[in-house]
């Protein structure tokens, strides 16, 4: 059915098939059209967390967290919604995402458009949902970067009762100067004001949240050094490998190939293989490692578990093969 839906949506633009997209999900999932699949299969601990399936939803298709039970009647063993920032933000100029569909690639600069930590956390108190959700946390436009670190706060601080995990987002290619963030001593200064607060805010709530960290695939083998030896060195609970990249040499002359933005898909994959398959051997075994990027079959998710990622996630596959992805590829992992 989704394949003869795409066609459909690939005609609109692809913001607005985006939402259509979800709305018309969640509708069907109220009237009972979403039959809910069994994401049982695959048990697998990650972080101290008891996932139902290695198969996650990666974050940036839920940015509010309004479509929670209707993504999770989809199959998927964990879900990630965000990227969400302390203020409301709009996000960058439309358009702001296009698809590439000659290279199975999607470019998006939409800059954390989102309706900030309180709207997610009244959204997130509003669903049903039971099953393993992270929320992806980041920074506003309007922040400098020297204060970045409130605005990782703030949103910890609010969305910690929430969350089964949260991931800090350092490595979006589409809000001024993030990426800076992954430098050694930047890194070393905000995943330590965050594990602090982690630490208080279990204290308060008797609750351990643990904490992830998103990077970029446009690292070199000793920026991916620097950073596994900080996220060990501050005892970070995992880490997520990787973001979209600004490398779009994979499009050729392609008439996209000059937008700006990050580039997630098929073009992606090969080089968040490469970032993950370095970074699983500096790290050597001292927290896991969640693989994303490029999975568009069966067989590119089971390839990064076999480079030693615990578990996995998908977004832009699912735009072009549907929920159907998310069965291919428990099997071919099992």
Do not use: W
């Amino acid at each position: 059915m989704y394949s003869l839906a795409r066609k459909f949506l690939f005609k609109l633009d692809a913001e607005k098939a985006h939402h259509l997209t979800l709305d018309s999900l969640k509708t069907a999932h109220k009237l009972g059209l979403v039959p809910v699949a069994d994401h049982r299969t695959h048990p697998t601990e990650l972080m101290g967390l008891n996932l139902p399936n290695p198969v996650g939803l990666a974050a940036g298709l839920d940015k509010n967290g309004a479509y929670i039970n209707a993504l999770g009647a989809l199959g998927f063993g964990f879900l990630e919604i965000g990227t969400v920032t302390p203020k409301p933000q709009p996000g960058n100029p439309q358009p702001r995402l296009f698809r590439v569909p000659e290279h199975s690639g999607i470019i998006n600069r939409m800059g954390f458009n989102n309706d900030g930590i309180d709207t997610m956390i009244k959204n997130i108190e509003a669903s049903s949902y039971q099953g393993i959700l992270g929320i992806n946390i980041g920074k506003n436009a309007v922040t400098p970067l020297e204060n970045a670190a409130d605005d990782y706060l703030i949103c910890l601080e609010k969305a910690y009762a929430h969350a089964s995990y949260i991931t800090v987002n350092i490595s979006s290619p589409n809000t001024k100067n993030l990426r800076a963030l992954q430098g050694g001593d930047e890194l070393s200064a905000l995943l330590e004001s965050l594990k602090n607060k982690q630490a208080h805010l279990h204290a308060a709530h008797g609750k351990y949240v643990p904490l992830a960290v998103k990077i970029a695939p446009d690292l070199d083998e000793a920026q991916i050094a620097d950073i596994a030896h900080v996220v060990k060195t501050v005892e970070m609970d995992g880490i997520i490998a990787t973001n979209t990249t600004i490398d779009k040499s994979a499009l050729g002359s392609h008439k996209l190939a000059g937008e700006q933005g990050g580039l997630s898909g098929l073009p992606v994959l090969e080089k968040s293989n490469q970032v993950l398959k370095l970074l699983v051997g500096h790290i050597d075994g001292a927290l896991p490692v969640i693989g994303v990027g490029g999975i568009m079959e069966g067989r590119d998710a089971a390839e990064k578990i076999r480079l030693g990622a615990t578990a996995v996630q998908v977004y832009s596959g699912l735009v072009y093969r549907g929920p159907a992805l998310i069965k291919e590829c428990l099997q071919t992992i099992r």
